[in-house]
């Protein structure tokens, strides 16, 4: 079994709630400066140093950036591309220099678009050659899609041999271990980042499987009986599912709080899980958050 501390460095620190108010379960208002800092600090001392960021996250760049990130790999997106934009080049340009000046880092260690679907639309040529621009400059290392199935990957990786993927995954979601694509990505050397390991928080509350995802409720019933059995909390399944990936370079995890950082250490301490769900049939709309009703 892994040691917790090289579990640990697989872990690439969330920022979505240094910027803005996130997660199903997330009623409150975003995280403070000064507890982003200390979880910054906190998961350093852990062994963390990969930031995952993006420039439609609030303000969650420049709370990073008055912390000072010396030692870190930060990992950024861009937005959507605008449609009437007159010059991609000068765009993203732009984008990735105030990302940079709001980080105060000289480079992103990973480059990730928010709308990978626009590479295939009619500025795709123009966008991709904007971010291999980036790159030859040396602004930037990796660049790269984040996407929503790994149904999307076929067609963007014929575009071009990218060097990171980000896409979810979770004990719920093993699309990418399952399409075959995290073994295909890995062979060839790209860096693979997954997210939503507990889906945003929907997978440790009962309370908001009950209101606002109820048409699951067997799902939720034959998941609450799994852990059971198993001795597990929902935490502890989430995580070391998540960790124990052996095609996944870094597992995007965000925070509310140190004890929730410390809560998540310590459930990924522990042993491999014996077996995992047979999941009964469900809608994979409920994997991604984009289609789900607001509360």
């Known amino acids: 079994m892994p040691d917790k501390a090289s579990l640990l460095q697989r872990v690439a620190l969330g920022s979505a709630q240094f910027g803005l108010p996130y997660g199903v379960a997330h009623s409150g ?3 403070s400066q000064a507890e ?3 979880i910054v600090d906190e998961a350093a001392r852990l062994g963390v140093r990969v930031l995952d960021t993006a420039m439609a996250y609030g303000n969650s760049e420049e709370v990073l950036g008055r912390h000072g990130l010396k030692g870190w790999q930060v990992v950024s997106k861009l937005p959507a591309l605008p449609s009437d934009c007159p010059d991609v080049l000068a765009w993203v340009q732009q984008s990735v220099a105030q990302s940079l000046e709001r980080l105060q880092v000289p480079r992103l260690h990973g480059l990730l678009l928010h709308r990978p679907g626009q590479l295939l639309e009619t500025q795709g040529p123009a966008l991709l050659a904007a971010l291999r621009a980036v790159q030859a400059e ?4 990796k660049i790269g899609p984040s996407i929503y199935s790994p149904d999307e990957l076929a067609p963007l990786m014929a575009l071009h041999p990218f060097e990171m993927v980000q896409a979810p995954a ?3 979601d093993q699309r990418l271990h399952h399409s075959g694509w995290a073994q295909r990505l890995h062979a060839a050397g790209v860096e693979v980042h997954t997210r939503s390991a507990n889906l945003q928080g929907l997978l440790l509350s009962p309370q908001v499987q009950a209101q606002r995802f109820a048409a699951w409720q067997p799902l939720w019933t034959y998941w609450h009986g799994w852990l059971a059995s198993q001795g597990l909390t929902a935490l502890q399944a989430c995580i070391r599912y998540t960790l124990a990936q052996p095609h996944v370079s870094q597992v995007v995890l965000g925070f509310d709080s140190v004890a929730q950082l410390r809560d998540m250490a310590a459930a990924a301490a522990g042993p491999a899980l014996n077996s995992l769900p047979d999941w009964p049939a469900f809608d ?3 994997l991604n ?3 789900w009703t607001p509360a």
């Open 170 to 172: 979770s004990i719920l």
């Open 138 to 141: 040396g602004l930037v290392h």
């Open 36 to 38: 982003a800092h200390a």
């Open 29 to 31: 208002p975003r995280v």
């Open 284 to 286: 994979e709309r409920l």
């Open 289 to 291: 958050p984009s289609l």
